[in-house]
């Protein structure tokens, strides 16, 4: 059984909706919260599917954003020995063929890559995507998943540190 690493954006996403992706903010990093979680769990695996069926719309919306729209991240799986680490790239961009961005947040596994590094996404690698329109959450399968695992108080206290909602 291979364990898969999540790494949870919704801490970093503070810093990114409060001042812009790829610009520095002032929330760090290490906030973000790491959850193992089993190759074999398969609500997780079940939105990772589904983030895979519904890629080409969050493709469609990242190629004409419409105003109401922002924050467009994917969640690459990067291979490290018998682990898989799956990390959000934000300032996504999508050339047809690869998307392009840079690592979200420091790597827990995976000591060749680092906060902000440009790396590289194959549509086949991509875990989950995510844009926030209208203040509320699209996308973002693997974290509604993690997020309907927390207990009331831990949504509350995530709730309070993120501006935008899941519903």
Partial sequence: MKPIIVLIILNVLVGLVATGCGKTSSTSQKDDEVTAISAEDMEMNAAISK?????????????????????????????????????????????????????ANDPEILSGLSFKQHVEVQPIQVSDWMFIQDGKLVGGYTS??????????????QDAKIHYSFN
């Fill in 144 to 157: 509604r998943v993690l997020r309907d695992r927390m207990t009331e108080q831990e949504r509350r206290d």
């Fill in 51 to 103: 983030a895979q069926s519904t890629l080409t719309n969050f493709i469609a919306a990242l190629a004409s954003p419409q105003p109401n729209q922002k924050y467009f991240l994917v969640k690459g799986k990067f291979p490290s020995g018998n682990t898989i680490e799956h990390i959000w790239v934000a300032d996504v961009t999508f050339d047809g063929k690869v998307f392009r961005g840079v690592i």
